[in-house]
C-alpha cells in the first residue's frame, strides 16, 4: 500500500471530478464561441464553473479569467500589469524571496528588461513583516506580489496588512493563492488583494487549469494575443473539460472546507507530534501557529533529505523536499534558505503535505516507519565521519 | 543492489543484466551540472537528456530510478582538479576522480544507505574474489573497451561493494543486448570526450574557470633558446605535436611544461621518450604496498600499449618506474597503471 503524502505538489482527482470532466470531453465537444446549440453547451458549462469559483472566492463570476493553471495565472497577473502600467513611470515590481518559481523569474524577467525588482526578506519563521514591506515600497512600485500560504512550509502570510501597504503607495498587489484555496476560507474582500492566482489541481482538480481572479476595473493587458475569449484576457478556444473540472472542484471545495481541513489539520498534528516524538534530533520549520492545516516541514538532523525521500518511496511513502528542479533532483529550498537557515539545514528537510484520502492508520504507519529510516541513514553518517 | 545510470548503452545494459538476473536493482544517476544555467545539453554523459534517457531505461525495465544531486561533489571533486591541472602545466584523467569519488564513495554511501550491498557500473572491468577474502580488480574481456585504468584507486573496501556485469562482455555483445531488450538507448553513440567539455575546448574550458591561466609565455628549445611563444601553457601537454605554432625541418614536441617561468620546452621526438618515471598518490589494489621491485606491464594512459616495467615501492603511496625501453609522451598529471597480466596491481599519479 502507497500513502501519497504530497499534496502540495499535487492532489488525487475527486471521482465527481473525474466524471464530469470525462463526460464533458466525450460527449460536449462545442467551442464556448459558437453561436449555435454546441457553442452555447459549452459556454454554459463554462458560465456554470465561473460562478462556482466565483462562490470559493467570494469575487463576482465576471472577475475571473480561466489560465493552464497557477504558473500562467502569475505571470498573467505580474505581466500583464506591469505591461498596462509601462507607459506611467511605475516601473517596480516587489515580491517575496520565499514565493514560487513563477513569480521569481517573472520578476527576473522584467529585471533583465531594466525594471528594478525587490525581493522581501522573510524572518526565521518564514513570515513576511509588513516593515520590510514598507521598506521596498516606492511610489513607482507597480505591483507586490505575496503569496498566500508558502507551499513548502505552509506558513501563511499576513496578506490583509501588506496589501494595504501596498494601496497606500498607490501599487496594486497579487497573491498567489495555489496554496491556500481549498485549505482555507478565502474572501478575496477581506484579504484586500487586486489578483489572485489559484490552480485546479492542487485542491483536488485536473492538472492544466486554473484561474486568475482580477478585482473589476484592475488595468491588465493580456499575454497571449488571438481571439476575444475571457474578456480579451486570455485569448485562444477554452479548455471546457478542465475548467468544468476546476468548477466542480471548487464546488466540491465549496462544501467541505471546513470538515476537510479539521480532519486534515488533525492529521498532520498527529504525524508531526508523533515524528517528534519518534525520532530524535528533528525540528519543525516555519512558524506553527499562522500555518495551513495540512502541511509540516521537519528537519532532520544528520540525514540527507534526498537520500531520506528515496528510502521512504522505496517504503511506499512520498513525500517532498525543496523544489525539483527540470531533472527531478532536489536543489537546497529557497525557501528555507530566505528563512536563514544553513545549506546544511535546508539539505536536511522533509515537506509532507497531506490531503483527502489519508487516513490516520497512514499517518501512524509513517509515524512508525520514520525512526528506522532515520536511524538507518544517521548509522552510516555516523560511519563516514569515523 | 544500485544500478548507477548514466544514460548511455553500457550502465543502461548493466542494470537490465541484473535486473533480468532477478536481482532487485534500484537506479540511480547522477545529476553533475547546473541544469538551471541554461547551459543545456552537455550532450555526452549525463547531461539532462541522459538523465532522461536513464529514466526511460528504468521504466522499461520497470526498476525505481532517481537522480541524486551531485554538482557541488562533481565539481570540488572533478572539474575543480581538471582546471587545476591543466592551469599548473598537468594533463588530468577526471575519469579516474569521478569512479573513486563519486560513483565508489558518494553514489555507493547513498547506495549503503538505501539498504543496498552493491554499486554496479557499466565499466568494462572485472572484480573478482581471490577466496582469501580480497578482491581482485580485471581488465575487461573486451580489451578494445577494457576501463580497469579508469579504476586503479578503487580500495579494497570500494571493491567489495563493486559489480561491473559488462565485464565478460563485448561491446558487440553489449549493443546486441541492449537491441534485443528494446532499450531505448540501444542505438545511441558512445561518449568519448570529458563529458563536461563536450566541444572538446579545454583550453576554453580552463580559461572560463581561470582567467589567468591564458597568461602567454615562452617557447623555448632543449637548450633554453627561445623559438616561440604561447597563449597559455593550459593549451598545451606533454607530448603534443599539433598547435605549436613554429616551424621546424622536423617535427618538434612538447617536452616538457614548467608552470613556474611558463615556459613551453619544445624538441624532436628523441627528447620525449624517457625511461624512467616517478608516481605518487599511489593505491595498491590488494591494499598493501609491493613488498620490492616487481616486474608488470604498466600503461601510462588509456589505450596506450603496455610496456615492460619494474615498478619499485619508494614509499607507502608513491612508486619510480623504470621501462624496458623508452616511452614517449610520460605526462604529469596522467595515471601510471600496474598490470600483472589481466589483474589491476596498483597505479599512481604521474610527477
Known sequence: ?????????????????????????????????????????????????????????????????????????????????????????????????????????????????????????????????????????????????????????????????????????????????????????????????????????????????????????????????????????????????????????????????????????????????????????????????????????????????????IALDLEGIAVSTGSACSSGTLEPSHVLRAMGFSPHRAQNSIRFSLGLGNTKEQVDRVVEIMPVVVNKLRRLTAREVS | MVAAMSGGVDSSVAAAMLSEQGHDVIGLSMQLYDQQSGQTSFGSCCSIDDLHDARRVATKLGIPHYILNF??????????GFVRDYASARTPIPCVHCNGKLKFTNLLDRALGLGATTVATGHYARVESDGRGHRVLRRGLDLDKDQSYFLFTLTQDQLAHAQFPLGELSKLEVRAYAAAQQLPVADKPDSHEICFVPDGDYAGFVERHVPEAAAPGPIADTTGRVVGKHAGIHRFTVGQRKGLGLSSPVPLYVVSIDAGSRTVTV?????????????????????????????????????????????????????????????????????????????????GWID
Open chain 1, 1 to 309: 500500500m502507497r500513502i501519497y503524502l504530497d499534496h502540495n505538489a499535487t492532489t488525487p482527482v475527486d471521482p465527481a471530478v473525474v466524471e464530469l470532466v470525462s463526460n464533458v470531453l466525450g460527449s460536449q465537444f462545442g467551442n464556448a464561441s459558437s453561436v449555435h446549440y454546441f457553442g452555447q453547451t459549452a459556454k454554459a458549462i463554462i458560465d456554470e464553473a465561473r460562478s462556482a469559483v466565483a462562490a470559493l472566492l467570494g469575487c463576482g463570476p465576471q472577475e475571473i479569467v480561466f489560465t493552464s493553471g497557477g504558473t500562467e495565472s502569475d505571470n498573467l497577473a505580474i505581466r500583464g500589469v506591469a505591461e498596462a502600467l509601462a507607459p506611467t513611470k511605475r516601473r517596480h515590481l516587489i515580491a517575496s524571496g520565499i514565493e514560487h518559481e513563477a513569480v521569481l523569474n517573472t520578476l527576473k524577467a522584467f529585471r533583465k528588461r531594466g525594471w528594478s525588482t525587490s525581493l522581501l526578506p522573510v524572518d526565521g519563521s518564514g513570515v513576511i513583516e509588513p516593515s520590510a514591506l514598507e521598506d521596498a515600497l516606492t511610489d513607482e512600485t507597480a505591483l507586490v506580489s505575496v503569496m498566500h500560504v508558502n507551499n513548502e512550509i505552509g506558513t501563511i502570510q499576513p496578506i490583509p496588512q501588506l496589501a494595504d501597504l501596498a494601496h497606500r503607495h498607490g501599487a496594486l498587489f497579487h497573491t498567489d493563492a495555489v496554496q491556500s484555496v481549498g485549505k482555507l476560507g478565502i474572501d478575496v474582500a477581506e484579504l484586500g488583494v487586486d489578483l489572485l492566482s489559484l490552480s485546479a489541481h492542487k485542491f483536488n482538480g485536473p492538472k492544466s487549469v486554473g484561474a486568475l481572479w482580477i478585482r473589476r476595473g484592475s488595468r491588465l493587458t493580456s499575454m497571449m494575443t488571438g481571439g476575444r475569449q475571457e474578456r480579451n484576457r486570455r485569448a485562444g478556444t477554452e479548455n471546457v473539460p478542465g475548467i468544468a473540472g476546476l468548477g466542480e472542484a471548487a464546488q466540491l471545495a465549496t462544501g467541505k472546507l471546513a470538515g476537510e481541513s479539521a480532519r486534515v489539520g488533525a492529521l498532520r498534528d498527529r504525524l508531526e507530534s508523533g515524528i517528534l516524538r519518534a525520532v530524535s534530533s528533528t525540528a519543525v520549520n516555519g512558524d506553527i501557529t499562522q500555518r495551513v492545516c495540512n502541511t509540516t516541514n521537519i528537519s532532520f538532523d544528520r540525514v540527507e533529505a534526498e537520500s531520506l525521500l
Open chain 2, 71 to 80: 554538482e557541488r561533489e562533481f565539481n570540488a571533486h572533478v572539474v575543480s
Open chain 2, 267 to 347: 624538441g624532436p621526438r628523441e627528447a620525449i621518450e624517457r625511461t624512467m618515471l616517478t608516481a605518487s598518490r599511489v593505491n595498491w589494489i590488494s591494499g598493501k604496498p609491493l613488498s620490492g621491485p616487481t616486474k608488470v606491464t604498466a600503461q601510462i594512459r588509456h589505450h596506450h600499449p603496455q610496456a615492460t616495467a619494474v615498478v619499485r615501492p619508494t614509499g607507502p603511496t608513491s612508486a619510480s618506474v623504470e621501462f624496458e625501453s623508452p616511452q614517449p609522451a610520460i605526462s604529469p598529471g596522467q595515471a601510471v597503471v600496474f598490470y600483472d597480466g589481466t589483474a589491476v596491481v596498483g597505479g
